[in-house]
């Protein structure tokens, strides 16, 4: 069997991928899936009611959270800050049901970056807005590394929690990840442990606190950037396909 994992998209205005407003899902996401043995498909952005949700993905293995714009800050009570930025209430809606909808079907469910933030926020955790603006969150430091080649932020060191679902999927005591983002986990959500963290004190992976619910990993970095040539990135979907098999 192929584990079919639905991946969310995000949508594209007019202009961006043809002369319509397009869906779309970024490509090395599905290329780590496949180097995994499984299969992603994308979705559109859309209302679904809890039972939908349900409906959606009961003939999927799996469900991935991917990268994006910043979740809308209402929904963990606070007003955007002026660094927020292409708040989608509609794709909010959708991930936050079928990440719901996958805990009830106990589906495998893995987030990358927005996808970490989305899952926090969903089990009544908050983010810190943006990393420099001075908040309970250590400040990214001046000298924080370039963008590595072939990916859109720099490669930071995350240390790895002994015994956690992220240790058995990476392999190894710490992993570098490439990042891309100005917010991060400021409360944790209900149900969550930290599982790995950079060293400006930033929450770099998350899972749950009870070790026997069902499987699910979000990360704040992107593994799908250095997948294809870092094995300790490509286990990650390895591990999350394993589980939707």
């Given at each position: 069997m192929i584990p079919r994992i639905l991946v969310p998209g995000r949508v594209l205005p007019a202009g961006r991928a043809g002369r319509h407003a397009a869906v779309a899902a970024g490509v090395r996401y599905l290329e780590a899936i496949d180097r995994a043995g499984g299969l992603g498909l994308v979705l559109a952005p859309?209302?679904?009611?809890?039972?939908?949700?349900?409906?959606?993905?009961?003939?999927?293995?799996?469900?991935?959270?991917?990268?994006?714009?910043d979740?809308?800050?209402?929904?963990?009570?606070?007003?955007?800050?002026?660094?927020?930025?292409?708040?989608?209430?509609?794709?909010?809606?959708?991930?936050?049901?079928?990440?719901?909808?996958a805990t009830r079907l106990g589906l495998p469910v893995l987030g990358?970056?927005?996808?970490?933030?989305?899952?926090?926020?969903?089990?009544?955790?908050?983010?810190?807005?943006?990393?420099?603006?001075?908040?309970?969150?250590?400040?990214?430091?001046?000298?924080?590394?370039?963008p590595a080649p072939g990916t859109n932020g720099p490669l930071v060191e995350v240390g790895v929690a002994a015994g956690s679902r992220l240790?058995?999927?990476?392999?190894?005591?710490?992993?570098?990840g490439a990042h891309s983002?100005?917010?991060?986990?400021?409360?944790?959500?209900?149900?969550?442990?930290?599982?790995g963290t950079a060293a400006d004190g930033v929450v770099e992976a998350i899972e749950p606190a009870d070790p026997t619910a069902s499987w699910l990993l979000a990360v704040q970095w992107h593994p799908e950037d250095t997948a294809e040539h870092d094995p300790a990135n490509q286990r990650l979907f390895d591990a999350f396909i394993e589980a939707a098999r």
């Open positions: 859309t209302e679904l009611s809890a039972d939908a949700a349900v409906a959606v993905l009961a003939g999927m293995s799996g469900l991935l959270l991917t990268g994006g714009a979740v809308d800050p209402a929904r963990y009570g606070e007003d955007p800050s002026p660094h927020t930025y292409g708040v989608d209430p509609v794709r909010d809606a959708c991930e936050v049901a079928l990440a719901d909808a990358i970056c927005r996808g970490l933030q989305l899952l926090n926020v969903a089990r009544g955790g908050t983010l810190c807005q943006h990393l420099d603006d001075g908040t309970t969150l250590p400040r990214r430091p001046p000298a924080f590394p370039a240790a058995a999927a990476v392999g190894q005591p710490s992993v570098l983002h100005h917010q991060a986990i400021d409360r944790l959500g209900d149900g969550l442990v930290v599982t």
